[in-house]
C-alpha cells in the first residue's frame, strides 16, 4: 500500500463502525467511510467532542450537524496550502491520502532535465496541481466545475505559486483531451482522477469501469514523444490495482516503460498502527524521464 505518512496537520485518530474521526489542523470531524466495515470500541476522546459530524442517511446523501467549525479555515502540506471547508457527499474540498502521489510527481518533474508540461484532468480543487506547479513544471488544469477551478486558483494564490505556472480550464475532460489531440498540443506528464459516477450537463452518464480504458488510450495520445509520467487514480469499488496495471501494459506497450507501479493508496491509523485503505492508483514512469 502507499501510504501518505507526511502529513503534520491532518490525521485519522480513529476509525470504527462505518466512520472516521479526522483531524483537520485544529479542527476534528467525523465522517463516514465504507471501507471501515468493523466495529471497535470509540475510545478516543474526540468522538465525544467533534467540531463536526457528517450523518450517512439510510435514503442516500446525508448531512452536516455543527458543533463549533468554522465556515472555512485552511491547513498545509509543506509549502502547498488548501482551503477547507464542508460541503455535500461528506466532503471537505480535499483527499488527504493522495499526498503520497503529489511527492511522487514532484520528484519526477524535479528530477527532469528539462521544462515539463502536466495536463491534470478531473483536476478538482487543484492539490495535484499546485504539487506539479512548485516543483517547476506547467500545469493545464482542467475541471468540469466553474467552483472548483475557482477554488484551485485560490489555493494556489495563498500557497504563493507563481501564476504563469498554471492554465485553468472549465470543460468536460474528455472532450478537451480530444480537442488537444486533434490540435496537436501534447504533454510530458497527464495526471487524472475521473469520479466513479456522475451525470454530464445534457444527461449523459459517466461510470469509471465503463470509460476508463479509453480514457486511458486518450491519454496515451496526448502524451509527447518524450513523456515523463501518468497517474491515474481509482476511487471506484472492484477496480482493483490490477485491473489498472493491466490496462497501463495494455495502452502504453508501444512506449519505453521504466516502471508501471499499481497498488492501493491509504492513510495510518493514530489509534491502532494501521493501514485504512483510500482507493486505488496506477503510477506510469517512462525510461528516459
Known sequence: MILSDGWKEYE???ASAGEKLERWGEYVLVR??????????KKHPGWNKPNAHYHRSSKGGGEWEFFSLPEEWSISYGKLVFRLKPFSFKHTGLFPEQAANWDWCARQIRGASRQIRVLNLFAYTGAATMACAEAGAKVTHVDASKGMVQWA???AKAAGIPTERFRYLVDDCVKFVEREIRRGSRY???IMDPPSYGRGPKGETWKMEEQVFRLLQLA?????GEPLFLLINSYTTGLQPAVLSYMAHTVFGRRK????QADEVGLRVSSTGLALPCGACCRVLFEGS
Request: zero cysteines; aromatic letters at 4%; glycine letters at 0%.
Open 257 to 260: 516503460i521504466a516502471e508501471i
Open 12 to 14: 485519522v485518530l480513529d
Open 220 to 224: 496515451e495520445q496526448v502524451l509527447s
Open 153 to 155: 486558483k485560490e489555493n
Open 32 to 41: 463516514p467511510d465504507p471501507q471501515v466495515i468493523w466495529d471497535t470500541p
Open 188 to 190: 510530458e506528464a497527464v
